[in-house]
């Protein structure tokens, strides 16, 4: 049974780190042909893609927001984290981790769909 | 980079109808990496339909996928009422962009 489950702080303050964790099971962080997205959605809003960590190696990051983000793993741990730098209000909403499934093709794998999602987490940003 | 417009924004039907949801990409793209969520209210995404066409895992066959290059169709046969709900394409290729969603209510 595949499970994924956020954690990290509700509230912070602008210009503060926040750093949100995903911890998984059911599949493995070192399987080449899966990998774990961050994507979140301001309230009321639409989602919007943040970060993933795919196929062991290849990390990839929202344009608008590569500066201030950074993701990594620790397989032996299950977990997946996103740190976020300067936090602004309008960076307030539920920040959600989804596992990737990757497409194959002969010997590679590309990252094609979130099959399974967290129930999410909530973060407010204010002073 | 690829953006995916939606359309409608909001669509007003009655259980039994059939609903018709529209995802245009601002160029084309590989079905391969197009896929359609769900989102009701309070929770979290559920994966619908992948590489365009197929089904995910549960998901009942009045729910189906079309399209190629920059146009793609979610279509549900006939609305239930578990139906009325956000649904979002996304492409996962070099953009990894989600389209603003549609919402289909209850007329």
């Known amino acids: 049974q595949v499970t994924l489950e956020e954690s990290g702080p509700v509230l912070v303050k602008p210009t503060e780190t926040l750093t949100l964790t995903c911890s998984v099971s059911?599949?493995?962080?070192?399987?080449?042909?899966?990998?774990v997205s961050w994507i979140r959605q301001p309230p009321g809003k639409a989602l919007e893609w943040l970060a993933h960590?795919?196929?062991?190696?290849?990390?990839s990051y929202s344009t608008s927001l590569k500066s201030r983000l950074t993701i990594s793993k620790d397989t032996s741990k299950s977990q997946v984290v996103l740190t976020m730098t300067n936090m602004d209000p309008g960076d307030t909403g539920t920040y959600y981790c989804?596992?990737?499934?990757?497409?194959?093709?002969?010997?590679?794998?590309?990252?094609?769909?979130?099959?399974?999602w967290g129930q999410g987490t909530l973060v407010t940003v204010s002073s | 980079e690829i953006v995916l417009t939606q359309s409608p924004g909001t669509l007003s039907l009655s259980p039994g109808e059939r609903a018709t949801l529209s995802c245009r990409a601002s160029?084309?793209?590989?079905?391969?990496?197009l896929a359609w969520y769900q989102q009701k209210p309070g929770q979290a995404p559920s994966l619908l339909i992948y590489g365009a066409s197929s089904r995910a895992t549960g998901i009942p066959d009045r729910f189906s996928g079309s399209g190629s290059g920059t146009d793609f169709t979610l279509t549900i046969s006939r609305l239930e009422p578990e139906d009325f709900a956000v649904y979002y394409c996304?492409?996962?290729?070099?953009?990894?962009?989600f389209g603003q969603g549609t919402k289909v209510e209850i007329k």
């Open positions: 059911g599949f493995s962080l070192s399987n080449a042909r899966m990998g």
């Open positions: 960590i795919f196929s062991n190696t290849e990390k």
């Open positions: 989804a596992r990737i499934r990757g497409f194959c093709s002969g010997t590679s794998c590309y990252p094609s769909d979130l099959d399974f």
């Open positions: 996304q492409h996962y290729g070099t953009s990894r962009t």
């Open positions: 160029q084309s793209v590989s079905s391969s990496f």
